[in-house]
């Protein structure tokens, strides 16, 4: 069966907007893009969507998301105070808001379980990432602390569907106790492990690493995307590695941004040197040849948690 989606615009490519575009789906697959009249041409009696007043374009990803977290200042504790069940829930919820927006495809980087809801955006999901005792993001649970607990544990993921392995290459700022943001958690040996290990599932691997060191240990191990990428290496210090950033151009190694929608707050905090070299890295890295991923690194509003909150409710199952 053939769908014609008429609009004002349609967004086939950022640079090449279509004035008075269609866009013609048949049996559930995408078959023409273009001029109204052209791709009206191509249709075989079909049901005709118009919307005069809109922009179609294609379904926007979410390279990187946190499904149980909530969009509170709270997220954490409200995370820790749910079970299983609840998380779930709450994904679906959060998914369905991700699908309003224009989102159809997201990767969930850090979760107790490995959520793969439906009947919304497609999930690519890590399940808990590997870090070490006590480290960031250890309250997922996929604190590993031998060569052997590394391979267990990225089976594990891999046995309940996982479709990426996350490892937290490098510390955090959520975690209290842990390595700071700048300080590396596995030496690049390690790394290749879990590289390794993940490949006999066939699975990419997924580097949270802000230090340039943790984001260099990170590309000579071979993973395939580094989320954040920020190059720190102290309060407020950053250092740019060319090399690093060629041998990641070479490798096919991306850089996801994990901008959130509170980077301006984010930029003042930092004042306006420190918030230069940080977003900088952005169009330095892409000038080096870096592809660029979009992520938000965030959690999302939702009713499951947010109502919770502000009735400060006690979950079920304590």
């Known amino acids: 069966m053939d769908t014609l989606i008429t609009a004002a615009r349609v967004l086939a490519r950022p640079s090449d907007p279509i ?7 048949r049996d559930g697959v995408l078959a023409a893009v273009g001029h109204r009249g052209d791709v009206a041409a191509a249709a075989v009696d079909p049901v005709v969507r118009d919307f005069p007043d809109a922009t179609v374009l294609p379904g926007l990803f979410n390279v990187h998301v946190h ?73 997922f649970g996929g604190a590993v602390s031998s060569d052997a607990e590394i391979r267990t544990l990225v089976d594990a993921n891999a046995a309940a569907g996982a479709d990426v392995i996350k490892v937290m290459a490098g510390g955090g700022q959520i975690t209290e106790g842990g390595a700071e943001m700048w300080e590396s958690q596995f030496s690049q040996r390690q790394l290749e492990i879990v590289v390794a290990q993940a490949a006999r599932h066939g699975l990419p691997v997924a580097a949270h690493a802000h230090g340039a060191d943790a984001i260099a240990a990170s590309a000579e191990a071979g993973v395939s995307t580094i ?13 740019l590695r060319p090399a690093v950033a060629r041998w990641m151009a070479a490798a096919g190694i991306s850089a996801c941004s994990t901008s959130s929608r509170n980077w301006r707050l984010m930029a003042e905090r930092m004042g306006e ?21 979009s992520g938000t690194d965030a959690g999302l509003p939702g009713s499951t948690f947010d109502d919770r909150i502000r009735r400060r409710e006690k979950p079920s199952h304590s």
């Open 19 to 25: 004035d008075g575009g269609a866009v013609l789906v």
């Open 67 to 139: 499904l149980s977290f909530d969009a509170t200042r709270e997220m954490l504790p409200a995370f820790l105070a749910s079970d299983d069940a609840s998380l779930a829930r709450a994904a679906e919820d959060h998914l369905g808001q991700l699908l309003r927006s224009g989102v159809t495809t997201v990767r969930d980087l850090g979760g107790r379980t490995v959520l793969k809801p439906t009947g919304g955006p497609r999930v690519l999901a890590s399940g808990p990432p590997l870090t070490v005792p006590d480290g960031h993001c250890h309250f």
């Open 227 to 239: 989320e954040h990428c920020t190059f720190m290496s102290g309060p407020g210090r950053t250092d």
């Open 273 to 293: 040197e420190v918030a230069r070299r940080v977003y900088g890295r952005l169009p330095w890295l892409e000038e080096h040849g870096v592809r660029l991923l």
